[in-house]
């Protein structure tokens, strides 16, 4: 009768509403693993970029180092060897004088 027709496009309707959320429902599930998925892409990303920067930047201080060493070591060098020729010349001179004194 009747009051199985209700009773069934009552189902019918309920069901057709339960698809229709469960659809809705999918679809937003999805946009949020695809958004989360982007996030965790430029997430890895920017830990990428950011291990590149700290290699370089290690590398930058690794090379500063070397150089302030072989700058120190050239320095070093240089003093000595300015001590040498201020010896030598003050023999050199030393000797002149004693030359110019004979």
């Known amino acids: 009768g009747s009051d199985d027709e209700?009773?069934?496009?009552?189902e019918l309707a309920a069901s057709a509403t339960v698809q229709r959320t469960r659809g809705e429902m999918q679809t937003k599930l999805d946009?949020?693993?695809a958004?989360?998925?982007s996030a965790q892409?430029?997430?890895t990303m920017i830990e990428r970029v950011a291990a590149e920067q700290t290699k370089s930047a290690d590398a930058l201080a690794a090379e500063r180092k070397k150089t302030a060493s072989a700058l120190t070591l050239e320095q070093a060098t240089a003093a000595e060897v300015l001590s040498e020729l201020q010896s030598h010349n003050a023999k050199l001179l030393g000797d002149e004088q004693v030359k110019t004194t004979q």
């Open 35 to 37: 958004s989360a998925a």
């Open 6 to 10: 209700t009773v069934r496009d009552a």
């Open 31 to 33: 946009g949020a693993k």
């Open 41 to 43: 892409q430029h997430a």
